[in-house]
Every structure is written in structure tokens, then in C-alpha cells.
């Protein structure tokens, strides 16, 4: 049986880990930054730890609304596909910065681009 994202990156340390220097890359970006002025970023935190532990093949706990709903007002909002992919850009430079092998870095930014159309509600 071949291992899951999550098993081969590192289980939940690692994801812990992506999403710290992930997120401190998004914040830090002031064309996106904007989006989460009014966000828990606590609560934010632990609700993308849960996603992508889901998404990678881990433990399910994810309780959180669907990528559409979860977006829709930040779509509203003016949030585009300069914006995702400015966000793809933090999720490759912060995989990379992680030392992710280049295989499964591609995967996941693979998963990742699969989003976009949720994301932006396209």
C-alpha cells in the first residue's frame, strides 16, 4: 500500500510546520494580506491544519465549510485568480523552503491548482 501525503511529508508535525511558514508568507504579501484583516488567525491556523491533514490522506477532522462557501465572500470581495495564485506561489515557496521532495511538492501544488475553480467560485 503506498503512502499517503500526509505519511510521506512528515504526518502532522510537518503540516503544523507548512502552515506556520505558509501562512507568515501570505501575511507578509500586501497584495492578499488584506483578505484576512478580519480573520481569527488562530482559528484560521487549525482549520487549514485540519483541511489539508484531510486533504493529504491523515485523519479526518475536518468540520470546516466546503472551499465554494468558505471563499464566497472573499470572492465578493474582489478576490481573483492574481490572488490564487499569488497564494500558490507562498504554498511552492514554502514547500520548498521545507525541503518537500520536488515529487510531492508537485503533487500537492497539483491538488492545489485543482481548487482554484471552487476557490473563485468559477
Excluded at 6 to 31: H, M, P, T, W
Excluded at 42 to 62: C, H, I, S, W
Excluded at 96 to 110: C, D, K, R
Amino acid at each position: 500500500m503506498t503512502e499517503s501525503i500526509y505519511q510521506q511529508i512528515g504526518g502532522e508535525a510537518a503540516v503544523n510546520a507548512a502552515v506556520d511558514v505558509f501562512y507568515r508568507k501570505v501575511l507578509s504579501d500586501d497584495s492578499i494580506s488584506g483578505f484576512f484583516d478580519d480573520t481569527d488567525m488562530d482559528a484560521q491556523r487549525e482549520k487549514q491544519k485540519a483541511f489539508l491533514t484531510m486533504v493529504f490522506g491523515g485523519p479526518n477532522e475536518y468540520s470546516g465549510k466546503d472551499l465554494r462557501t468558505a471563499h464566497a465572500k472573499l470572492v465578493a470581495d474582489g478576490l481573483n485568480g492574481s490572488h490564487f495564485d499569488a497564494v500558490a506561489g507562498h504554498l511552492q515557496a514554502t514547500l520548498s523552503e521545507l525541503g518537500v521532495p520536488e515529487n510531492i511538492a508537485g503533487e500537492i501544488m497539483s491538488i492545489a491548482a485543482s481548487t482554484k475553480g471552487d476557490v473563485l467560485n468559477q
